[in-house]
């Protein structure tokens, strides 16, 4: 894993351009490699996972009268089987690393090379004779890029902190980007960067830029409506192979390697899996967990979380006889990882959700540089409450973000009546379900669940993935994610909701496909949700840093947020979700204090 960067265009100076690369060095701690020639420069930063030594970056390769530069991000798991086939072809490797074979694989096919990879990846090659720059990005959006166009050049990055290193990218927001924050977040609708001028390749494109014909984008990959033909018995069969396959292509490691153990279904999955292949080599696999200070005195049951998470933990690392590590988090340090995690995101977060994760993923640091984590689960097997309540499935909007009237009530009002509220998210809204068409053989419900399978890839999840890489990446570790597998996604999305809701339980289906590989009383479990903090300590300090910032009354933030809507925050009785189960009022308080410290910290300034 690692930070990348380049432009195409006018090439700085060398101080800029290290300017630019230090902003990725939490990315890539391990090494650095700067490549410029005529009109382009690539930059890397490298955490180095497979081949430590061979494979340095930026990568050059000669084909003819060209020659290929390459920067990349990511981890393929079929890299054994594409080396054999570009071998076939007459290529030759002087490494073991997935970057050469990458590189090769763009020489020999070109931009149809993309249908061949299965991995995670955020990539771009320079072809030095027709100048002109491919990039792309993985078919979910597990790694992130970016990028902008300023003064005649096209730059690309990462993430958007190394943009704003370069003099032409200036930190400004305008209108639609008050809505994302306001109306969106800490979510964003896809392919937007919020700040102005600074655009996201989406999950599943890929783009061509030259300085004579501009950019170019495309969609190599998509959910395609079809029929499912498997009955229960091969669809239950199909699922096991499909996961057992992921993960088993993603323990592949030169550097230690430990798995995310929460004690709910998903993560357990992963675990066991893993143990079940380090013990066949005699190894023992490491477990991370993470829990809070005081939450056994202050936790209580709710409908989303109605267990916890600590007995469960115990229980399946002794199923699989593996090493756990317990990360303990207290409220002082989760308040100011509240900061740090918005450096590490560029924006506003998911507040204490992805402040926990940064601690946690800092501790995991210390015991691995990969990790397996069970993200996107949910979301490709129907996992959340959304899917299953028939109620909630009915209605329209984003059903994780049904508080779009309580949003704008924090706007000013000039503000309130400058955005259509409503509008702007409704729009995005029938946008995203617009390409979903009616498959023979769908029962009632499977039409709309394909609706919600997109709705949740494409913007809840993304805001999951956003958050994993970020908050990993700080610490220069790689977080591998086995069921955002392009396979498990393109077949589970037409499998129809009755064989998904097996047995009337929540991913029943993902349940009976691992009979057998967990203990029954976590193959059953009832999900349960990130764990966050119940210390009713973290309301305290979060509600006494918003009235420091209320009290102070300079904050940049109040340009477009109401301060009277802020002070009913503070006196709120009842909570109202922000943004699904994980945003309450302690998260909202949050994330308006993390969105103050953002405009200061980002010298954002308002059009």
Known sequence: MCGI???????????VLERMQRTMRRRGPDQTGLWQGEGAALLHARLAVIDIEGGRQPMTRRAGQAEYVIVYNGELYNTGQLRGELEACGHRFATHS?????????????EACLEKLNGIYAFAVWNTREQTLFFARDRIGVKPLFFAEAGGSFLFASEIKTLLAHPGIDAHIDADAVAELMLVGPGRTPGYGVFCGIREVQAGWCGTYSRRGGVHLRQYWALHDREHTDNTEETVARVRALVCDAVARQLVSDVPLCTFLSGGLDSSILSAIAARAYAAEGRRLHTVSVTYRDNDKYFQASHFQPNSDDAFIARMNEAIGAENHLVVIDTPQLVRALFEAVEARDLPGMADVDASLLLFCREIKKIGTVALSGECADEIFGGYPWYRDAEVRRRQGFPWAQSTAYRASFLRDEWRERIDAAAYIDERYQRTIAGVRPVRGDEPDDRRIREMTRLNMQWFMQTLLDRKDRMSMFSGLEVRVPFCDHRIAEYLYNVPWHQKDLHGMEKGLLREAVRGLLPEE??????????????????????????QVLDEGTSPMFDFVKKEALEQLLCAQRAQ?????????????????????????????LR
């Open 5 to 15: 960067a380049g432009l195409v265009g006018d090439v700085p100076s060398r101080g």
């Open 522 to 547: 976590i193959r059953t479990r009832k999900k349960s949700p990130y764990p966050k903090t119940h210390n009713p300590s973290y309301l305290r300090a979060v509600s006494n840093l918003l009235r």
């Open 577 to 605: 979700p922000w943004y699904g189960q994980l945003m309450q009022t302690p998260q909202t308080i949050a994330y308006f204090l993390q969105l103050h410290h953002w405009m200061a910290l980002y010298h954002v300034t």
């Open 98 to 110: 997935d970057t050469e074979v990458l590189l090769a694989s763009y020489v020999e096919w070109g």
